[in-house]
């Protein structure tokens, strides 16, 4: 019996399709503390959402795995405490070796991702083909990745990004055996995804390179990383205490919703959750410089995330209400 089981968790076949058939994407949101993971499962009950919770390499060293372990176990129980018992699995966000993506699955994960996107065709497929075979025997997911994204998020780092080659995907799926697809159509890691002047418009995504590779992959769950919109109204708080985040911008949320309506099944969501909470964090130590009580700070960042987390299941997602 895989280990996530006996923590209540589910992998993400079974969501995709629902995902699929039903024209939204699962939210995949990423986590590094406590806070951030009670908002997103409160956010999720309360609109009766399935969720993802993504963890990256570099998150997961800092929270410790057999903590982590029992956060996904936790996270479950408090789901069912407020409610509902929405789906939820434990996804690795771009793990980067075999031997990562196997302590994952081994330590509870649901879903893992092996992002091969940086070595040449060839190799990214064998190491994607050696992952699904672990992943397979364990009744895991996994996400494998084609073409690179530019942006610093994590780890994750590219100075350039290289769109996917819809030529590549179809012997890429049938050789590796993988469950979903991240491609590259024009988003990006961390808070500045596009550079643009002021008054200029943010670039569209390439639908046209999604709707190709929806032609050669028909039914087949499409993911898309780095879609966070870099909400203004945090940049703007962050800014106003203290904070240099200047030209920040990242994918507009209509077009977002566009993507969630065809193929893709999984949208990412990591530097907005970051926003948010560093801009009510600083909001309260300009308004309360005395306070150094962490439940005092932590509170309006977790509320404020629910907030965040809620509307991107009702307006981007359109997941709200599929449970």
Do not use: W
Request: hydrophobic fraction near 40%; charged fraction near 20%.
């Amino acid at each position: 019996m895989a280990l996530y089981k006996q923590l209540g968790l589910v992998n993400t076949k079974d969501m995709f399709a629902a995902a699929f058939s039903g024209g939204y994407a699962v939210p995949a949101y990423n986590f590094n503390n406590l806070e951030q993971l009670q908002a997103i499962i409160q956010a999720c009950v309360e609109t009766r959402s399935p969720v993802i919770l993504q963890v990256s390499k570099g998150a997961r060293a800092y929270a410790n795995s057999t903590m982590l372990r029992y956060m996904a176990l936790g996270a479950v129980q408090y789901a069912k405490e407020l409610g509902v018992q929405i789906p939820i699995a434990l996804h690795l966000d771009h793990g980067d070796t075999y031997e990562l993506a196997v302590d994952c699955i081994n330590t509870g994960f649901s879903s893992v991702m092996i992002d091969g996107s940086h070595l040449p065709f060839e190799e990214n497929l064998t190491l994607t083909k050696k992952v699904v075979d672990y992943a397979n025997a364990n009744d895991v997911s996994v996400e494998g990745e084609l073409g690179v994204l530019a942006g610093i998020e994590d780890e994750v780092s590219s100075e350039h990004s290289h769109y996917t080659d819809p030529a590549q995907v179809e012997e890429f799926v049938e050789k590796t055996g993988v469950h979903s697809l991240a491609i590259s159509i024009g988003t990006s890691h961390g808070a500045y995804k596009f550079k643009v002047k002021p008054g200029e418009s943010v670039p569209p995504l390439r639908f046209d390179i999604l709707e190709k590779v929806e032609e050669r992959l028909p039914n087949f769950p499409i993911v898309l990383h780095g879609a966070s919109s870099v909400l203004s109204e945090y940049v703007e708080i962050i800014n106003r205490y203290g904070g240099s985040l200047e030209n920040a911008v990242g994918v507009p949320e209509e077009q977002l919703r566009k993507a969630a309506k065809s193929a893709v099944c999984k949208i990412n969501v990591d530097s907005d959750g970051r926003l948010v909470f560093t801009a009510k964090v600083r909001e309260f130590f300009a308004n309360n410089p005395k306070e150094f009580d962490p439940r005092k700070y932590l509170s309006p960042a977790r509320t404020e995330l629910i907030k965040m987390y809620k509307a991107k299941n009702e307006n981007v997602m359109g997941s709200a209400g599929k449970v």
